[in-house]
């Protein structure tokens, strides 16, 4: 990742939301990234960036003479963050309206409050999925099997239409269902 020092605009103010540290006094400079920068060390698009800038989910640090966006190198944490609640399964919308939560807040313990219940929330969440992916794990495995002993058991001739109820797997009195659901229409 690399980092570069751009001029800042005259008369450019930086915009420090809670989220940002502010510069460091005594001339000693923020490493700031580019849009580009920061979209490469997050593994997201310039679009997607610029679109959580839109949404008020991110805030450019400031901007360099030449216009262009520059973002703390907090801003990395607050892009991971974005990407975790994604993938927990929040929309931009909803984690929109966190963000307004916590902003709103008029307190740090009310914030923290919100923010507990909403990740209480998405822990349940999580841990109902992890159980339906066990269960999935699980009949995958049986269907591997399953499949495994047709190598051995089956002949050419036998027809497909007859692997749900196949007498060659004496273990099994029937297929799982991953494998029977092919069979049917």
């Given at each position: 990742?690399?980092?570069?020092?751009?001029?800042?605009?005259?008369?450019?103010?930086?915009?420090?939301?809670?989220?940002?540290?502010?510069?460091?006094?005594?001339?000693?400079?923020?490493?700031?990234?580019?849009?580009?920068?920061?979209?490469?060390?997050?593994?997201?698009?310039?679009?997607?960036?610029?679109?959580?800038?839109?949404?008020?989910?991110?805030?450019?640090?400031?901007?360099?003479?030449?216009?262009?966006?520059?973002?703390?190198?907090?801003?990395?944490?607050?892009?991971?963050w974005i990407s975790k609640l994604q993938s927990l399964g929040l929309s931009l919308?909803?984690?929109?309206?966190?963000?307004?939560?916590?902003?709103?807040?008029?307190?740090?313990?009310?914030?923290?409050?919100?923010?507990?219940?909403?990740?209480?929330?998405?822990?349940?969440?999580?841990?109902?999925?992890?159980?339906?992916?066990?269960?999935?794990?699980?009949?995958?495995?049986?269907?591997?099997?399953?499949?495994?002993?047709?190598?051995?058991?089956?002949?050419?001739?036998?027809p497909v239409h007859s692997c749900p109820t196949c007498e060659r797997h004496p273990?099994?009195?029937?297929?799982?269902?991953?494998?029977?659901?092919?069979?049917?229409?």
């Amino acid at each position: 990742m690399s980092t570069r020092h751009l001029p800042l605009a005259a008369g450019s103010e930086p915009s420090r939301p809670s989220h940002e540290q502010p510069r460091p006094a005594g001339g000693t400079e923020l490493e700031l990234l580019q849009v580009g920068d920061l979209a490469k060390a997050t593994g997201k698009t310039v679009r997607a960036i610029h679109l959580y800038e839109e949404l008020g989910l991110l805030r450019a640090h400031e901007r360099s003479k030449g216009r262009y966006r520059l973002f703390a190198p907090d801003s990395l944490i607050r892009v991971r963050w974005i990407s975790k609640l994604q993938s927990l399964g929040l929309s931009l919308s909803e984690i929109q309206e966190l963000v307004r939560d916590q902003e709103g807040s008029d307190s740090a313990p009310l914030a923290a409050q919100k923010l507990r219940g909403a990740y209480i929330e998405r822990l349940a969440e999580t841990r109902r999925k992890l159980v339906e992916l066990r269960a999935l794990e699980s009949e995958l495995e049986q269907s591997l099997a399953y499949l495994s002993a047709c190598d051995t058991a089956c002949q050419p001739a036998v027809p497909v239409h007859s692997c749900p109820t196949c007498e060659r797997h004496p273990e099994r009195s029937c297929a799982p269902e991953l494998v029977t659901a092919v069979h049917l229409t």
